[in-house]
């Protein structure tokens, strides 16, 4: 009785999941649809996930317009994602490394500095960013848009309490009795073969905060 009873509530519960799946993916389901759609047939009532009248015209004025550079718009999108999450894997890599794992003079100071910065509105920092980029000569380039973006406080906060949960014992291995400090230990090579691979769990989610923060979602 049990034991049918348990196969019934699994049974309950992937139905209700298979359902919820449904829901969220209707959205994206019907975007999709509306692509191949004539325009008075996208919001017509009833909503109908299936075009009546299919069509590639859509795709025509999105591709084929010499006004709507959707293939340069794209890839602008493609380096401009693929630059800001290597620039901002390293630099907060090394960063939540040195905060966690080296001592060095006014370290716990430097750090509370850099979180009182989280509480700077970002469109506080629109104008000083564009005298910069202009002192810089980088207006109207990639590099614009990436700089800003390479650096965040947030994710430098999250990898570094990871890294602060790594014993330090783990980066020492024995030798003849006596411990000492493993070749790997050295920073910054102990953050990639010893703390990123402890913290990976961590890491993944860093990129795909990152990832999302710079196509528009909230991490």
């Known amino acids: 009785m049990t034991k ?7 049974w309950i519960i992937t139905v209700v999941l298979v359902l919820f799946g449904l829901v969220c993916i209707y959205p994206f389901l019907f975007t999709v649809s509306s692509a191949f759609k004539p325009t008075g047939e996208v919001l017509s009532t009833p909503l109908q996930l ?3 009248h299919f ?25 401009m994602t693929v630059c800001t999450l290597v620039l901002k894997f390293f630099i907060i890599t090394l960063t939540a490394y040195g905060f966690s794992k080296v001592k060095f003079p006014g370290r716990d100071k430097i750090f509370l500095v850099l979180l009182a910065g989280l509480m700077i509105p970002s469109d506080v920092m629109i104008m000083p960013r564009y005298m910069l980029f ?19 406080v947030y994710f430098v906060f999250m ?6 949960a790594i014993p330090d014992s783990i980066r020492w291995s024995p030798e003849s009795g006596r411990p ?5 230990a050295r920073p910054p090579a102990s953050a990639c073969t010893i703390s990123m691979p402890e913290s990976r769990c961590m890491s993944r989610a860093v990129r795909c905060a990152s990832s999302a923060k710079r196509n528009g979602a909230p991490p």
């Open 4 to 10: 049918k009873k348990g196969i019934v509530t699994k």
């Open 50 to 52: 299936i075009p009546e």
């Open 55 to 79: 069509t590639l015209q859509n795709m025509k004025t999105v591709f084929a317009n010499p006004y709507f550079d959707f293939g340069q718009w794209y890839m602008n999108t493609v380096v």
């Open 134 to 152: 202009k002192e810089l000569g980088i207006l109207n380039t990639m590099w614009s848009l990436v700089l800003p973006a390479a650096v965040d």
């Open 159 to 164: 990898l570094r309490q990871a890294f602060i």
């Open 180 to 184: 000492r400090r493993a070749r790997c």
